[in-house]
């Protein structure tokens, strides 16, 4: 569905005209169409909305957006991870639970430990990402080898895992202090929020690492049609399972930054549905659910989406908990602006003079300016 | 027989990997019902163990108590038994049960008619069905996203409506949906008890049953989840029996709401958080392929038992800390995976 463009060099453009073309005929044009809409309701709402001020004294920035930077931090970490899952065909349903995990083990283990330095904090963080690992190694052992459906492996993991962090804790909802860990999620760099800093660098780290080499392909070729990734010569167990595992030290990390704001772990709370913000995030960032072509970029911007949706309910003066709803109507207007039988409307009234412009979208239609799997 | 005189007249006709004949492939029809038996088995262990470990396991009453307090689970797996038999997935269950229950309490609350307001429950069921399938078959959204939006619509819109408990009247006609029949008057409480609820989810199961293997929509059904190409290509009315699908499962989470808040007579925006894969959990225990095409809904039914007696089981025992409940569903439902992997990589095999 969401296949990004191939190149049209039909016609010679200008190079401005050219850039626009390719911007708008982004797989994720929709998601900052709904955040360029979102901040204008904001603005309409509070004029001086995008503001940001500077503490004087600490040289802090603070601001509606700042906010937004710093609640999305932990959204775009699991939405990386499940990009990457997604575009293997795969999906991770237990990066929520895997948060709660790694916050409860971080939070057990300060509390023992009763540690405030710098070192315990470190620990505790690693000891945190380090379980986070092996659930993501767990889940993608049973995906690859083993050979199960990555839904159902990955449900299993999600109810074991929020059992898991239960557990640790014995039940109850732990608190630990410890200065440094708590800087991570309250402090800053450069006036910047430390979260956002460690997200952006990480989803810079991912992005190089899939696009500069090979992987990104051979987990779009995984994606795309296994059976043909593996006669290429790709072996999909070793991707598979990295892939995984990258997913979980990714919900790790998240689970670390929405624990280390209040340095409270809620079992039952942390990370709740936080999967399904992750898909909304991937799916509204034109990655396909069906696996192959992914966009790191389109995921990052839908986990803004995310963010600056949460954060507009609530400066709306709407009841959080009726957040679910909106996300709904995002999700339901972006998959309507990307199927087909859409698309071929819109594509009708732009290019009248077609001949025999098929008026039901024929899934056999040749007349298609994106290249799309056909799929019944 | 048939299979061993065919095989070498087809196999060297061009299909690349002639699969031969092994004993195995006479084992077909039973490898199929494997998984569904392996349920029953663990199902009859449990009872076994739960009346030599801890005793009065075998009585009519924590039976009784099993079927009363399942039934909503049994009538949400009948209804995600027929989704993932296509292939498909319904998330939206449990928030349906949400909105619906929480319409159906304020509405009887302000003195609609109880029969209107039963009806009412079913219909907003139905309605988030149709908007799934809508989505799902007409705009090609993935089943997964499709009901996963209406999961958040339903979710958010009782949210609106309420985020308190919501209870309902005392005297309300619908409590009387739960009120418990004595089928045979037991010593003391052992009583075998029943309520038109238990009455309702079989008669639920008994109809499933009749439409899945015994008309053409079954079929359907079954051979959408084998191949939907090939059900269409074999004209069957793949399109309208996909949306009735969903409409299936939406209706049936509408009348589950109906159950569960006869019975709790509460209702609140946050009810049935997660039961979705509770239903989903009771389906595949019970033999249902998550790929589709294969299951029973019977085998739904003893799922959703076995995910029950478990419960009753770790309320018994008192060591097991209740944090640890969804570790034992998340192993039971891993075990259960591993033999369905099984069974169907030998079925490749054959």
């Not at chain 1, 609530?314 to 908990?321: D, E, M, N, Q, R």
């Not at chain 2, 139905?126 to 705009?139: N, T, W």
């Not at chain 2, 979710?155 to 409590?175: F, H």
């Not at chain 2, 959703?304 to 097991?320: Q, W």
Request: with cysteine; proline share 5%; net charge positive.
């Amino acid at each position: 569905m969401s296949a990004p463009t191939p190149p049209r060099a039909s016609i010679p453009r200008s190079g401005a005209r050219q850039f626009a073309v390719s911007v708008v005929r982004q797989p994720y044009i929709w998601a900052v169409v709904a955040l360029l809409l979102l901040i204008v309701i904001n603005l309409i709402k509070d004029p001086g909305y995008l503001g940001i001020s500077v503490n004087a004294t600490t040289g802090n920035l603070s601001g509606n957006v700042i906010d937004i930077l710093r609640a999305s931090a932990p959204i775009m970490m699991i939405a990386i991870g499940m990009t990457l899952v997604i575009a293997t065909r795969g999906i991770d349903l237990s990066v929520g639970s895997v948060m709660a995990v790694s916050g409860a083990v971080s939070m057990e283990f300060m509390n023992s430990s009763g540690d405030g330095s710098v070192g315990g904090a470190i620990l505790a963080a690693a000891f945190a990402i380090g379980i986070s690992a092996v659930l993501g190694a767990v889940n993608g052992v049973l995906v690859s080898i083993v050979g199960l459906q990555p839904f159902i492996t990955t449900l299993i993991t999600m109810l074991a895992g929020r059992g898991l962090a239960k557990v640790i804790t014995s039940g109850q909802n732990t608190s630990a202090s410890n200065e440094p860990f708590r800087w991570i999620a309250n402090g800053t760099v450069f006036g910047f929020p430390v979260v956002f800093v460690i997200g952006a660098v990480i989803v810079a780290i991912v992005a190089v690492l899939i696009r500069r080499t090979a992987l990104g392909l051979m987990i779009e070729s995984i994606g795309i049609n296994p059976k043909a990734a593996r006669m290429a010569g790709i072996r999909p167990i070793g991707i598979l399972i990295s892939v995984y595992i990258v997913s979980g030290i990714l919900a790790g990390i998240a689970g670390i930054f929405s624990t280390a704001s209040v340095m409270t772990v809620e079992v039952a709370k942390t990370g709740l549905s936080a999967e399904m913000d992750a898909i909304l995030a991937v799916v509204i960032g034109g990655t396909s659910l069906a696996g192959g072509k992914f966009s790191l970029t389109g995921s990052v911007i839908g986990a803004l989406l995310i963010a600056t949706l949460d954060k507009t309910i609530v400066f709306l003066a709407i009841p959080s908990s009726a957040t679910p709803a909106f996300k709904a109507l995002v999700i339901v207007v972006i998959c309507l602006l990307q199927s087909r039988r859409v698309r071929a409307l819109f594509n009708q009234r732009r290019a009248p003079r077609t001949p025999s412009a098929p008026t039901a979208p024929a899934p056999t239609a040749p007349r298609t300016t994106r290249k799309e799997t056909v799929s019944a | 027989m048939s299979t061993l005189i065919e095989r070498p007249l087809s196999g060297p006709s061009g299909s690349p990997a002639p699969a031969r004949p092994t004993p195995l492939s006479r084992l077909k029809p039973k490898l199929e019902t494997l998984p569904t038996l392996a349920a029953v088995v663990i199902f009859i262990g449990m009872i076994v163990y739960g009346e030599i470990a801890y005793g009065r396991i075998v009585q009519f009453s924590t039976v009784s108590n099993l079927l009363i307090n399942n039934s909503y689970l049994i009538i949400l797996a009948v209804g995600l038994t027929f989704v993932i038999l296509t292939g498909g997935v319904d998330l939206s269950v449990g928030a349906v049960i949400a909105i619906s229950s929480l319409v159906g309490v304020m509405l009887a609350n302000q003195g609609w008619n109880p029969i209107a307001v039963v009806v009412l429950m079913i219909l907003i069921g139905s309605a988030f069905g149709l908007a799934s399938g809508i989505l799902i078959q007409f705009f090609n959204v993935q089943p997964f996203i499709a009901t996963l939006a209406m999961m958040f619509l339903a979710r958010g819109l009782a949210a609106m409506l309420s985020t308190t408990p919501e209870r309902l009247a005392d005297d309300s006609p619908i409590r009387s949906l739960s009120t418990e029949w004595k089928v045979i008057d037991g010593p003391k409480i052992n009583d075998l008890v029943i309520t038109p609820t238990v009455l309702i989810a079989a008669v639920v199961v008994i109809v499933a049953f009749v439409v899945l293997h015994r008309t053409r929509l079954g079929r359907t059904v079954y051979a959408i989840g084998g191949s939907e190409q090939s059900a269409l290509l074999m004209g069957l009315p793949v399109v309208r029996t996909k949306l009735l699908i969903y409409v299936i499962s939406g209706t049936l989470a509408g009348l589950a709401a109906v159950v569960y808040t006869s019975k709790l007579g509460i209702a609140q925006n946050i009810t049935g958080v997660g039961w979705e894969l509770d239903a989903i959990a009771a389906v595949i225990i019970g033999g249902t392929l998550l790929t589709g095409g294969a299951g029973f809904v019977l085998g739904s039914v003893v799922g959703a038992l076995v995910l029950g007696l478990m419960n009753v089981l770790i309320t018994r025992d008192g060591s097991i800390p209740p944090e640890a409940t969804t570790i034992i569903t998340g192993g039971i439902l891993l075990v259960f995976v591993l033999l369905q992997r099984l069974v169907v990589s030998r079925k490749r095999k054959t």
